[in-house]
């Protein structure tokens, strides 16, 4: 009996780590989008398509469905410049979706001697590693919502990619299919609650850090946006599905009181906290692997504004 115990765990721990994403995978991602030779990813250049091109083929490599058209990659125009956003869909038994989404461009090069290159790996190579990350956890899995993944262009100049893809009409029964919009905005280094723990925009307005934080496995935890004066729920990427009336938070560890990176050229790999990075993408996709069409439906109380 103690041998037939012993057995099944070990084919218990074989199968929790076979579904763990690496360290190094995490590590793989961030600092290949955070390459010098993606030049800072800035919207409009060769760099910023080729970032795109990467995570699409990381959403192939993830069997994940078009969103509609036959690519991954939806272009956009902003002033006589052409991008794209990138958005991939897995099928779950609910027509009824989860959404991750992340900005994959950065603010590209500076003219300056020396390290001139604003590598932009904790803004937001770190919320596209999330975002890739979940995409592995879940590719054989048959979950009861059904997943949305998205890398926005164009946040840096005005939260452009987002908006043009939001306002998409293509994509209309993709997105009005949406339950919730998890956006990850730097997640590379430790919150100022401690390792495993990140705080959520706009959780005034909503209850969907009460249902994660019911759901929360591993000691993960979500914290209340600690910076309020900084409206920080209007001025990321969620605010244009909020729009929509879509609930949608950004969820991020950057501490504003000593983030010393914040878009400067030593945004670098080197800054990024791998461990901590490695285990919360890890405790959310567990957290969201419990999520079901009945036990999470999260709802915007009257406090949220959706004109703005
Ligand atoms: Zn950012």
Redo the contacts with the bound molecule.
Sequence with gaps: MKKVISIVLIAQSFLSFAQNISKERVVNIVSTLASDEMKGRKFGTLENDKAAEYIASEFKKNNLDYCFGDSYLIPFEYKDKKGYNVCGIKKGKSEQSLAYS??FD?IGTNNKEGDNIYN?A???AS?VATVIGLADYFKDKKTDFSMVFMAFNA??IGLIGSKALAENEKLNPVFSNIKALFNF??LATESQFGKNAVFMTGDEFSDFDELINNNAVNGLKVYPDPYQGQQLFYR??NVNFVKKKIIAHSISTVDMNKAVHYHAVNDDINIVDADNLTSIINNLAKTIEKLNTKNFTPKYNDKVKYDF
Excluded: N
Aim: aromatic share 0%; no cysteine.
């Design positions: 992340a900005h950065h932009g904790d803004d937001d919320g946040e840096e905005e730097m990321s990427d």
